[in-house]
C-alpha cells in the first residue's frame, strides 16, 4: 500500500499534484532506535514528548536511547483549547526543537496542533492502533465546545513500535478497526458530493483507502491465524494509509464523512450529557446507523424533486437549531453557512441530472450491508450500539443524532441531503 502512496504521488490521473510532508512512516521492532538516527540526521538536540498519564510508560523506550523531557497531560484529556494551551505553555519554557506525539488520538491532535501554531516539527510514535489520525494533517478539536477540524502540522516522520501498539488494551485496537470500516460510508459520501455536486473526487485516493479497508478486513478473517501482534499491525498499517490519504488529500473528505459527523455530534454533547465510547467505537456505530440510514432510503427511493427544492435558508434555520445547540448555534451557522449566505452553503450546490439516480445506485454497490459491519464490528470486538457506548439506546435517541450530526460540519454527505429534503418539507 506504502508503493501506492508513492505512485499517487508521482503521477495521479485525477490532475491534481498531491504532496506529503511525512518523509518516513516507519512500523517496525526497531523503531525507537530508527527514530534516535531520524532525531541525529536532523540535528535535533531538545525533544520534547508529549504524552498522558496512560502513554508516559514507553517514554523511556525513547529517553534511553536519546535525550529529551516529557510534558503529560491528563490520562482522559482531549482535544482541546485548554489543553492545547498548557502544552504550549511548556513549549514556550523549554524552547523544544521537535516535539514527540507518544499516545494515541488527543495526545497526536494536542501535539500536531502545538507544533503547527509554534512552528514546530513533531514526530509520531503511536501507542495503540487506535484511531487514524497520527500521520494525518488536520486536527479533530474540540474548540469551545464545538467539534472543529483546524488544518495543522502533520509530523515529519512516525515510527510505530508492534511491540508497544500490540500490547494496548484489545478495546483500542477494535476502536481502530471501527475507524477504519468508517470510510466505508466516508468514501461513499464523497461520491455523493461529486454526483450531485461536481465536488472533485480522486479515484487513486478512493482507491488507496478501499485497500486499505480490504486489507483490514482480511486480517480480521484471519486473526486467529496470522496470531494477535501481526493482527495488530495490520490495523495500524490501515490507520496509517487512511492518515496519508488525509494528507494527500489536503482534507479529510477520504476518511470522514456522515459517520464522523454522528461521533462529533456525541462529543459536542448536545443531545448527550456524557459518552463513555472512544473515537473509533463512536463512528463504527455512527457507520452503523448511517448505512442503515441509506441503504433504507436508496431502496424506497429518493424523491429528486424535494432534493432539488431545497433550501439552505430553511435549513438553517435559526429557532430549529438553537434548542439543540444552544450556545454553539452561532458557530454551527458560521460552519454550514461558509460565506456567509446561503449560497456559500454545499446544499446550494446540489443539481440533478437524468443520471443520478443510476450513479448513486451504481455507487452503493461499494456500500456494505449493515448486517456485514455489524459482523465486522462484533468480529472485532468493537460495540454496535449507542447504549453500549453510554449513549441513550432509545431508537429516539439515534433518530435525534441522524436529524443533526449533519449540521457537525458543512461538508455534503447523502445524510445531510436526506435530513435537508426533510426540513425543508417541515419548515
Known amino acids: 500500500m506504502f508503493e501506492h502512496v508513492l505512485k499517487i504521488m508521482e503521477s495521479c490521473p485525477c490532475g491534481r499534484r498531491h504532496t506529503l510532508l511525512t518523509e518516513e512512516c516507519v512500523v517496525a521492532l526497531d523503531a525507537e532506535e530508527q527514530m534516535q538516527a531520524y532525531i541525529a540526521a536532523k540535528g535535533w538536540r531538545n525533544p520534547l514528548i508529549v504524552a498522558d498519564d496512560n502513554t508516559k510508560q514507553f517514554a523511556p523506550r525513547l529517553t534511553a536511547l536519546f535525550p529529551a523531557k516529557l510534558t503529560a497531560v491528563d490520562g482522559h484529556a482531549h482535544a482541546t483549547e485548554i489543553w492545547t494551551a498548557k502544552v504550549g505553555e511548556v513549549v514556550n519554557a523549554e524552547r523544544p526543537d521537535v516535539l514527540i506525539a507518544c499516545g494515541s488520538g488527543s495526545v497526536h491532535d494536542i501535539t500536531r496542533y502545538v507544533a503547527h501554531e509554534h512552528g514546530l516539527p513533531f514526530l509520531s510514535y503511536p501507542t495503540a492502533a487506535s484511531v487514524d489520525g497520527f500521520v494525518s494533517g488536520v486536527a479533530a478539536m474540540t474548540w469551545h465546545g464545538q467539534k472543529l477540524t483546524f488544518p495543522s502540522s502533520p509530523p515529519v516522520a512516525s515510527f510505530a513500535n508492534p511491540a508497544v501498539f500490540a500490547s494496548a488494551p484489545a478495546l483500542l485496537t477494535a476502536s481502530g478497526v471501527g475507524d477504519v470500516l468508517g470510510k466505508y460510508s466516508s468514501l461513499f459520501d464523497w461520491r455523493v458530493g461529486q454526483i450531485l455536486t461536481g465536488e472533485p473526487l480522486c479515484e487513486e485516493l478512493a482507491a488507496l483507502e478501499s485497500e486499505a479497508i480490504g486489507e483490514l478486513v482480511e486480517a480480521l478473517s484471519r486473526r486467529g491465524e496470522i496470531g494477535e501482534e501481526a493482527y495488530c499491525e495490520k490495523v495500524m498499517n490501515a490507520l496509517q494509509i487512511s492518515g496519508l490519504a488525509i494528507q494527500l488529500s489536503g482534507n479529510s473528505r477520504p476518511a ?172
Open 256 to 427: 470522514s464523512g456522515a459517520e464522523h459527523h454522528m461521533s462529533h455530534l456525541w462529543e459536542m454533547h448536545r443531545l448527550n450529557e456524557t459518552n463513555d465510547g472512544l473515537h473509533g467505537e463512536q463512528v463504527g456505530v455512527g457507520l452503523l446507523a448511517v448505512v442503515r440510514t441509506y441503504h433504507g432510503a436508496l431502496a424506497d427511493g429518493l424523491d429528486y424533486e424535494r432534493i432539488s427544492e431545497i433550501d439552505p435558508r430553511k435549513v438553517m434555520d435559526r429557532a430549529a437549531l438553537e434548542p439543540v445547540f444552544r450556545d454553539l448555534t452561532d458557530g454551527i451557522l458560521r460552519e454550514n453557512l461558509p460565506g456567509g449566505t446561503p449560497e456559500s452553503s454545499s446544499l446550494a450546490k446540489i443539481r440533478i441530472t437524468p443520471d443520478t439516480d443510476r450513479r448513486l445506485k451504481e455507487a452503493e454497490k461499494l456500500l456494505p450491508s449493515a448486517e456485514a459491519i455489524e459482523d465486522l464490528l462484533r468480529r472485532a470486538g468493537a460495540p454496535t450500539t449507542c447504549g453500549e457506548i453510554g449513549l441513550d439506546g432509545s431508537p429516539a435517541f439515534l433518530e435525534a443524532s441522524l436529524r443533526y450530526a449533519p449540521y457537525v460540519r458543512d461538508r455534503l454527505t447523502l445524510l445531510k441531503v436526506l435530513m435537508a429534503a426533510e426540513r425543508s418539507r417541515e419548515a
